[in-house]
């Protein structure tokens, strides 16, 4: 893409623009492709082959080669892809906007290679657009918001610069050549300097836009995520180590905030789904689901007391859940969840307890809940011996099984005697029996819990919970899986509860007559942890990442109204801070005014001394930009020949004011020669003769053998005007 003038020796006006057009069109589609990567949702071999060809046109563009791809094969290789995106959308990727990612990347770099017309420089800027704008669709992360900068920014350059290749091409007259070989560098700097600042204005603007406009509702982008193993993880239908895939990401899910907790003293774990049925190798549940109407208070009722439970004492907590999209309609709460509020019409549950949002509008994002932690005493469980009630048969449903597992059951509780203590012994043998692991065979065996009890004896959460639960079944205690998360990391900095990937978690819930479902884990787990060293530094990350998310993609009206809110109150604690700091500021000028006056009575030479050197010093500092100039001037006219045409300006215009001392005076529409034929005196009309043609042959043909001349001319004429 190299342009007139880039390969001449003599560098030109267009050339340079052309040159400058160049490098930032390729900067502005590098930016874009990097907003683009930043997001980790483009597939690694795309970002390979098209960083490669980057490299390859930034390579090209650094040795000035105006390679050019023939136009035969761009349209082959154009009818090719067309095939390919059939096969990519329905075969390979089987997503509508990855294809088309894909289609675009393919149409970039076909287009950076063969660039014919003037119209491929818009087609390019355009391509960097979608790229930008697909990464928005792909993203919600802070990071988009300083890749996004970076790509106004060069965008900005790149327009500006497009607008000034268009006026050169189509001038009717060219632009005289700068005589100054710096000049399309300080343009070059000059372009650097301004536009950071245009796009920071731009930015604040579209800021004050953005919080001040009215909405009525804001969310995620998460409706255009993809189904991935986060989502499969928590559906009706779960195999067998689906949690443990999703555990080898450390990617964050949510953020949680429990009311008047700045300590971290909750260890809690965040429920998902629960499931009941079990084929040897996958959970699953009914799909029948009952919708859940929403109170006048704009809240959701979540629990409903079965005929004959107990109470437990209780222990509400109030939570706010700041979910990341990961491409599912379930919500993760606490235990005991009793109410739930946010920006959803329409929310359903089923037997398990689980709440999904049908809301195809708002999908998750930004709920508060309200649960109560209260549990039966341990002591009340082991007194529990009525018949299970008919609606939790369905928990004690068996598969097939090898008949190793029932016997272990029965050896592990055989000093029991109640179903608490039953369900207790086989939590503390898998706990303390069985080791903990994510590296798991490829293929499963054919009987994956008989393989991890007697065979591996090492496995994740869901083995452990699976195995539990069938073994409580095998006692006729019904029992069920939960999959969701715990608890593992504190920010300190927020106050919010940071819950990644690898916190994905299943553990038991098993059922007592009269008490209902209280939990049990079997996994040995570590203690929530404080951060140290660098993962100190990752919670500052996550702090500003927090941000990002709740009052820039999350901003919706009830975030507008709490900023209205802290704003009036913060307006009136600012002008009552100013009035304060006013009064003590006055007071503290009177007190110096009247030390610096009891000072000066005592001893007034000295003050006025130092009053006459500041004055000195302000003055010289009023006037240190005269000063430099005149610094400079005085250097340029004591050696002309460094630079004969800002030399000849100069001394020139000292002519000029000679003449005018003496009543000559130029006119400004009077050229040099038409001014000599005003000068009436002959000796000197003769002597400003010959400093005109030596400042013309400087000032215009960059003499530096004239320019010398003109220190010798002047002093021709000033020694004539004092004789």
Known sequence: MSGPGSNSSTITLSGAIERYFQVS???????????????????SPTIALVGFALLIRGYLLSKRSDYQMPTRWTNYLTLAYVAFFLADYTMLSRSFLTATVHLVLFGMVIRIFSVHKERDYYMLSVLAFLMVLAAAVLTVDSVFLFAFAGFMLMAVVTFVLMEMRRSCLTANIPAREPIDSTTYRRMAFFLAGTSPALVILILAGASAIFFLLPRTSAGYLGSFAA????????SDRVQLGSIGQIQQSNAVVMHIQIAGDARSVFDLKWRGVALSRFDGRTWSNPTEQFP?????????????????????????????????????????????????????????TDRGGAIYDLDPNHPISLYDVDSDLGAPKPQDLEKAAAPNPPEVLEYLQLPTLDPRIPELARQIVKSSTNSYDRATAIERYLMTQFGYTLDLPRVSPKDPLAEFLFIRKRGHCEYFASS??????????????????????????????????????SWVEAYFPGYGWVEFDPTPGDPLGTATGWDRVSLYVDAMASFWREWVVNYDASHQKALGADAMQGSRSLID??????????????????????????????????????CLMLLV?????????????????????????????LWYHRMLKLLGKQGWRKSEMQTPQEFLTCIEDPWTRQRVQAFTQAYEAARFGDSSKEASRLPELYEELTSAERK
């Open 25 to 43: 069109l390729y900067l502005l589609v590098l930016t874009g492709f990097g907003t683009l990567a930043g997001t980790g949702a483009a597939d």
């Open 227 to 234: 189904g991935n193993d986060m989502a499969t993880g928590f």
């Open 292 to 348: 859940i109407l929403r109170q006048p208070d704009g809240r959701f009722p979540l629990w409903r007391k079965a005929p004959g439970t107990a109470a437990a004492a209780a222990r509400p907590i109030h939570y706010r859940v700041l979910m990341e999209p990961i491409g599912t309609n379930l919500f993760f709460v606490a235990p005991n969840p009793r109410f739930l509020a946010g920006a959803y019409r329409v929310l359903a």
């Open 468 to 505: 539990m639960a069938i073994m409580l079944r095998s006692l006729n205690i019904p029992s069920r899986v939960v999959n969701g998360f715990r608890t593992t990391e504190f920010n300190d900095l927020t106050g919010n509860y940071v819950v990644r990937a690898r916190s994905a978690h």
């Open 577 to 614: 801070g100013m009035r304060g700091s006013a009064e003590r500021w006055y007071e503290r000028m009177l007190a110096r005014a009247r030390r610096a006056q009891r000072a000066f009575s005592n001893s007034p030479r000295r003050w006025s001394g130092l009053a006459v050197v500041f």
């Open 621 to 649: 500092a009023v006037n240190i930009g005269n000063l430099r100039r005149w610094m400079s001037e005085r250097a340029l006219a004591a050696r002309p020949e460094v630079a004969p045409s800002r030399a000849a300006a």
